[in-house]
């Protein structure tokens, strides 16, 4: 099992800058890719960036493409999400998410999921 703990949600203008992390513990071997989700309020959850292994390969969806950072630090057990530029469309829950396999398949290929942090961007 592999528990995901995300913090760095919070209530922000827009503009403004928040930079999320989700620290990782249990069994990290065991897992692969890493991503960001978000779930806004009456919208299904979506896909927001993910990130291999090694942090060699990143990607995102087109609307946090040139806003959002995705990065991880393997030694801390820590993946982040610099999100820059924020605008009120970006108000969700983020979820933290791991999986056992590659990259490309993180977006529909889940083993664990954080239980959230609330990001509120206010115009």
């Known amino acids: 099992q592999v528990q995901l703990v995300e913090s760095g949600g919070g209530l922000v203008q827009a503009g403004g800058s928040l930079r999320l992390s989700c620290v990782a513990s249990?069994?990290?071997?065991?897992?692969?890719?890493m991503g960001w989700f978000r779930q806004a309020p009456g919208k299904e959850r979506e896909f927001v960036a993910a990130?291999?292994?090694?942090?060699?390969?990143?990607y995102s969806t087109d609307s946090v493409k040139d806003r959002f950072t995705i990065s991880r630090d393997n030694a801390k057990n820590t993946m982040y999400l610099q999100m820059n530029s924020l605008k009120p469309e970006d108000t969700a829950v983020y979820y933290c998410?791991?999986?056992?396999?590659?990259?490309?398949?993180?977006?529909?290929?889940?083993?664990?999921w954080g239980e959230g942090t609330l990001v509120t961007v206010s115009s």
């Open positions: 990130i291999s292994w090694t942090g060699s390969a990143t």
């Open positions: 249990g069994s990290i071997c065991s897992t692969d890719a």
């Open positions: 998410a791991a999986s056992s396999h590659t990259l490309l398949l993180l977006r529909t290929r889940v083993d664990y």
